[in-house]
């Protein structure tokens, strides 16, 4: 069974930074893509990000694209968000994902883990 694990979520004024990692434990996830997702208070989970085992294809929602940078870490068998200028509205609780299947998605239905998830709160 794989079990992924965020950190890094906290408190930032609007403008600031924060890194999030995820550690996948259980079994290697090296061939398959990670991504996160972020949900809102009162809102629907949304795509964040997502990355190919090598790093080759990247995939970011236009509303972070340019200010977040995925990337991750096969040795270390984690995936990591960087997160520069944020803004009130990336206010959320974010999770780390991968697929159980190799292949491209952004859709959540076709990630299989998850983690519990980190909250991020952005102070305007």
């Known amino acids: 069974q794989v079990r992924l694990v965020e950190s890094g979520g906290g408190l930032v004024q609007a403008g600031g930074s924060l890194r999030l990692s995820c550690a996948a434990t259980g079994r290697t996830l090296r061939s398959n893509i990670m991504g996160w997702f972020r949900r809102a208070p009162g809102k629907e989970r949304e795509f964040v990000a997502a990355?190919?085992?090598?790093?080759?294809?990247?995939y970011y929602a236009e509303s972070v694209k340019g200010r977040f940078t995925i990337s991750r870490d096969n040795g270390e068998n984690a995936v990591a968000l960087q997160m520069n200028d944020l803004k009130s509205e990336d206010t959320a609780a974010y999770y780390c994902?991968?697929?159980?299947?190799?292949?491209?998605?952004?859709?959540?239905?076709?990630?299989?883990?998850w983690g519990q998830g980190t909250q991020v709160t952005v102070s305007s």
């Open positions: 994902a991968a697929r159980a299947v190799t292949g491209q998605s952004i859709r959540a239905s076709d990630y299989g883990y």
């Open positions: 990355i190919s085992w090598n790093g080759g294809w990247t």
